[in-house]
């Protein structure tokens, strides 16, 4: 007899940006948001059997303050993240990597207004690693300097 293993996983997808652009109640920045959704399974020895709904988060691409939509919102974000409008908001992330220093910053360029956004700097590798894992961001742009 083998050891059976139960739990619930959850698989994450990223949209955006999406919307119309907001006005961000922390940073001020009026851009359009993140969307993310976490498709929630109840899983056997790490097979996913049981869909158990999801949950839908909405953040700010700047500072990345979010929130859990609810309800209403959730119906409503649920139809914007199907929409297919071409975004207007273009920010781009960008890791700059001081090699005698050994720090990482982390920059966000809005290509459409030229403004470049310091998200944080001088980090060790770690902290830049889970703070790009945190933005969802996979393969960015990174030079050194
Ligand atoms: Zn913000």
Redesign the pocket.
């Known amino acids: 007899m083998g050891t059976f293993y139960y739990g619930v996983e959850s698989f994450k997808k990223v949209y955006g940006p999406k919307g119309e652009p907001k006005e961000?109640p922390?940073?001020h920045?009026v851009y359009q948001e993140t969307y993310v959704k976490f498709n929630k399974w109840g899983h056997l020895d790490f097979i996913p059997l049981i869909p158990l709904g999801a949950d839908l988060y909405h953040f700010?691409p700047?500072?990345f303050?979010g929130d859990k939509l609810v309800k209403d919102e959730k119906k409503a974000a649920k139809k914007l993240v199907k929409d297919k409008t071409a975004p207007t908001t273009n920010l781009v992330p960008r890791g700059v990597h001081h090699k005698a220093e050994k720090t990482w910053d982390l920059f966000l360029d809005d290509k459409n207004s030229g403004e470049t956004f310091t998200i944080q700097s001088a980090m060790k590798k770690g902290e830049y690693k889970k703070l790009k894992k945190d933005r969802f961001y996979k393969k960015i742009q990174e030079v050194e300097q």
Do not use: E, P
């Open positions: 961000c922390f940073c920045k700010c700047v500072c303050t």
